[in-house]
């Protein structure tokens, strides 16, 4: 009897992490519980695990809590102990109240990433419960709501296995590595009723994550059809796709594509299909010769750094449409770049992002409502900051610092900053929003509030003062401070370095300002070189890396961010890299494109300092004639085009 009970012990505790196994995953909350989240996405980054898109899938975080707990064991209890909910038949896995006081004339701005509601709602409450029959069926109920507005966010079926899971119902959408600011799709709208079948168990030695889905949008009265409007509920599809080749290092692809609604037609599966896969035929007349499809896209990568201090650095580059005729080429382009560091001085928690994007984001000239569910965008919170329809390009910054009290519970600061451009017909302010919150555990709940303070874009005050309760069975918030981080980027077993660049570099450009003017070239043309980024060592002979790197080029400033940065050592000092990336031109109005090139290295001429030569190529980065002294517009053509080729010689001090 003792071996029995011992073997049913050893059962019992091995029930959690096969929970899921081979069947359907529960899926964790996104921007409903910002204290458990952050500690799970805490784990993640100690485990090697990129995070690409959300909401995560618990089965996911179950995996990866056994390498994490070698780092901190602490946070992986509580994560742990979190996680229970999910492993029964039925349960209750979340539930939140909220009441709040409110004022100011800009308290009705829309509360960034909360499903779309505004800053001046007295309460808001969600709740999610599950029933799971067995291992490939999975029925939960949730809803969000708030003053205004109930949506029925996490409420879906899910059928499936590991590999193929179908889900049927009110699925969130979050695609970015960014915690703060996805281009595509995010939870700054309400959450739209979808068909999706995506996978967490990652495929071939490649690691592919692919996630596909089919949504219909709220409806709109204000799709063109011909001279006239017709009202209808657009359709929107989305793709996503990403590989991680080595452990801590991911790369992804993203699309969506908005089309059909009321007379307009075209809501069938050949119709979601064409578009997605095929961005050319997205844009072609299917209705009196006109335009009706509505795409976005962008490329994004994730590097995690193992070293004393860990941290994740990663990027997003997007478009809202393509450039040129050519699929490769992103038309309006944005660019944002983040680094998270999940663990500081043992007790503090940073994130530091920043986004800047160019004009006509969120606006089309078919769909007059734009990329939006019930008046709110579906993907980054400044398109909620400005008038209504208004395609104004602007740049925003976020700054979130989390700690771990040393008397119990977790203090979270955060500022968020965003400014639209000038040149359009509106005169817009400096967009501010401060916030700190404090919760901590009390018996079977989770007790807190925060207070947020800022100003609109119009240049209105508003402040918010909020209280919630929030359900914690099995206590997955802890009061306990977490253990030091073990580990040294020292050690014989070094897994990666840090790095920094100066040099020099020589240029020269190619312009061609509109379409009935001639191409020119310039003159070759010195300037300056700095670069910073880091590198993971993924084999005994290769590196895979992310990068920042600034410019003098013909007098202006260029901003390289290297999405792939790849490396091949010799056995011999030298080594050979290829990179691919985006490129910001600093111009009166900021200029995007593609990056890429090469170069050679010798390394440790002195112990810890390398020479290099990079060739690079800036490929068609574009601006849109926007500015009283820009060139003519020539037919459809509205912007102007830059090909840079440079080449740099920079000495290197890796850490």
């Given at each position: 009897?003792?071996?029995?009970?011992?073997?049913?012990?050893l059962l019992m505790l091995e029930l959690p992490a096969t929970a899921f196994g081979g069947g359907v995953t529960p899926y964790l909350p996104l921007n409903l519980e910002p204290e458990i989240e952050s500690q799970i996405e805490r784990v993640l980054i100690l485990a090697d695990k990129p995070v690409m898109t959300r909401p995560i899938a618990a089965a996911t975080v179950l995996d990866a809590l056994s390498a994490a707990r070698k780092i901190d064991p602490v946070l992986c209890e509580r994560v742990q102990r979190y996680l229970d909910r999910?492993?029964?038949?039925?349960?209750?896995?979340?539930?939140?109240?909220?009441?709040?006081?409110?004022?100011?004339?800009?308290?009705?701005?829309?509360?960034?990433?909360?499903?779309?509601?505004?800053?001046?709602?007295?309460?808001?409450?969600?709740?999610?419960?599950?029933?799971?029959?067995?291992?490939?069926?999975?029925?939960?109920?949730?809803?969000?709501?708030?003053?205004?507005?109930?949506?029925?966010?996490?409420?879906?079926?899910?059928?499936?296995?590991?590999?193929?899971?179908?889900?049927?119902?009110?699925?969130?959408?979050?695609?970015?590595?960014?915690?703060?600011?996805?281009?595509?799709?995010?939870?700054?709208?309400p959450t739209m009723p979808s068909v999706t079948l995506s996978n967490y168990r990652p495929l071939t030695r490649f690691g592919l994550h692919y996630e596909l889905f089919g949504a219909r949008m709220s409806e709109s009265h204000r799709i063109v059809l011909g001279d006239g409007l017709t009202s209808g509920h657009p359709s929107l599809g989305g793709f996503h796709l990403d590989a991680e080749p080595a452990s801590g290092w991911s790369i992804g692809v993203n699309r969506l594509f908005q089309y059909g609604g009321g007379a307009l037609g075209?809501?069938?599966?050949?119709?979601?299909?064409?578009?997605?896969?095929?961005?050319?035929?997205?844009?072609?007349?299917?209705?009196?010769?006109?335009?009706?499809?509505?795409?976005?896209?962008?490329?994004?990568?994730?590097?995690?750094?193992?070293?004393?201090?860990?941290?994740?650095?990663?990027?997003?580059?997007?478009?809202?449409?393509?450039?040129?005729?050519?699929?490769?080429?992103?038309?309006?382009?944005?660019?944002?770049?983040?680094?998270?560091?999940?663990?500081?001085?043992?007790?503090?928690?940073?994130?530091?992002?920043?986004?800047?994007?160019?004009?006509?984001?969120?606006?089309?000239?078919?769909?007059?409502?734009?990329?939006?569910?019930?008046?709110?965008?579906?993907?980054?919170?400044?398109?909620?900051?400005?008038?209504?329809?208004?395609?104004?390009?602007?740049?925003?910054?976020?700054?979130?610092?989390?700690?771990?009290?040393?008397?119990?519970?977790?203090?979270?600061?955060?500022?968020?900053?965003?400014?639209?451009?000038?040149?359009?017909?509106?005169?817009?302010?400096?967009?501010?929003?401060?916030?700190?919150?404090?919760?901590?555990?009390?018996?079977?709940?989770?007790?807190?509030?925060?207070?947020?303070?800022?100003?609109?874009?119009?240049?209105?005050?508003?402040?918010?003062?909020?209280?919630?309760?929030?359900?914690?069975?099995?206590?997955?918030?802890?009061?306990?401070?977490?253990?030091?981080?073990?580990?040294?980027?020292?050690?014989?077993?070094?897994?990666?370095?840090?790095?920094?660049?100066?040099?020099?570099?020589?240029?020269?450009?190619?312009?061609?300002?509109?379409?009935?003017?001639?191409?020119?070239?310039?003159?070759?043309?010195?300037?300056?070189?700095?670069?910073?980024?880091?590198?993971?060592?993924?084999?005994?002979?290769?590196?895979?890396?992310?990068?920042?790197?600034?410019?003098?080029?013909?007098?202006?400033?260029?901003?390289?961010?290297?999405?792939?940065?790849?490396?091949?050592?010799?056995?011999?000092?030298?080594?050979?890299?290829?990179?691919?990336?985006?490129?910001?031109?600093?111009?009166?109005?900021?200029?995007?494109?593609?990056?890429?090139?090469?170069?050679?290295?010798?390394?440790?001429?002195?112990?810890?300092?390398?020479?290099?030569?990079?060739?690079?190529?800036?490929?068609?980065?574009?601006?849109?004639?926007?500015?009283?002294?820009?060139?003519?517009?020539?037919?459809?053509?509205?912007?102007?085009?830059?090909?840079?080729?440079?080449?740099?010689?920079?000495?290197?001090?890796?850490?």
């Open positions: 009897m003792k071996r029995v009970g011992s073997a049913f012990c999910y492993t029964h038949t039925a349960g209750i896995t979340h539930g939140s109240v909220e009441g709040a006081v409110s004022s100011g004339k800009g308290a009705n701005t829309v509360d960034p990433n909360r499903y779309g509601m505004q800053e001046n709602s007295h309460w808001d409450a969600s709740a999610q419960v599950y029933w799971q029959p067995n291992a490939y069926m999975l029925v939960d109920a949730g809803a969000v709501a708030y003053e205004g507005r109930t949506n029925f966010s996490g409420s879906m079926v899910s059928l499936g296995f590991d590999f193929a899971q179908l889900d049927i119902g009110f699925r969130p959408h979050w695609f970015s590595p960014m915690t703060d600011s996805s281009m595509l799709m995010s939870t700054e709208a075209g809501n069938s599966v050949s119709r979601l299909f064409s578009g997605l896969f095929s961005p050319s035929a997205g844009n072609q007349a299917s209705v009196a010769n006109q335009q009706v499809g509505n795409q976005e896209a962008s490329i994004t990568s994730s590097l995690l750094f193992p070293g004393r201090v860990p941290f994740a650095i990663y990027f997003e580059y997007a478009g809202e449409d393509t450039s040129r005729g050519k699929p490769y080429l992103l038309g309006n382009s944005a660019l944002s770049v983040g680094i998270h560091f999940p663990r500081l001085w043992q007790h503090f928690d940073l994130t530091l992002e920043s986004s800047e994007w160019q004009n006509l984001w969120y606006v089309h000239s078919v769909y007059l409502d734009g990329m939006t569910n019930y008046g709110r965008v579906t993907g980054n919170w400044f398109g909620d900051q400005r008038v209504f329809g208004d395609g104004i390009g602007g740049r925003s910054q976020m700054v979130s610092l989390g700690w771990e009290a040393p008397f119990g519970g977790q203090f979270l600061l955060r500022y968020r900053g965003l400014q639209n451009q000038t040149y359009g017909q509106y005169s817009y302010q400096h967009f501010r929003d401060v916030s700190l919150g404090y919760s901590r555990p009390w018996q079977s709940l989770i007790v807190g509030g925060q207070l947020d303070a800022g100003r609109d874009v119009f240049g209105a005050n508003f402040t918010r003062l909020s209280g919630f309760i929030r359900y914690n069975e099995g206590g997955g918030l802890a009061s306990s401070v977490g253990a030091a981080l073990s580990g040294s980027d020292d050690s014989p077993d070094k897994q990666g370095e840090v790095f920094v660049d100066v040099g020099a570099n020589a240029s020269r450009q190619s312009i061609n300002l509109t379409a009935n003017v001639p191409r020119t070239t310039g003159p070759i043309k010195p300037g300056y070189h700095f670069a910073a980024g880091a590198r993971r060592f993924v084999s005994d002979h290769s590196d895979l890396g992310a990068r920042l790197e600034v410019d003098d080029i013909q007098s202006h400033n260029l901003l390289g961010v290297r999405l792939l940065d790849y490396r091949y050592r010799f056995h011999r000092p030298l080594a050979l890299s290829i990179f691919i990336g985006a490129a910001r031109y600093n111009l009166p109005t900021p200029a995007y494109g593609l990056y890429y090139g090469a170069g050679l290295q010798w390394r440790n001429v002195l112990p810890g300092w390398d020479v290099g030569v990079d060739l690079r190529y800036a490929d068609t980065v574009a601006r849109d004639h926007l500015l009283p002294g820009d060139p003519p517009n020539v037919g459809a053509r509205t912007d102007s085009f830059y090909n840079i080729l440079s080449t740099t010689l920079s000495i290197s001090r890796h850490f």
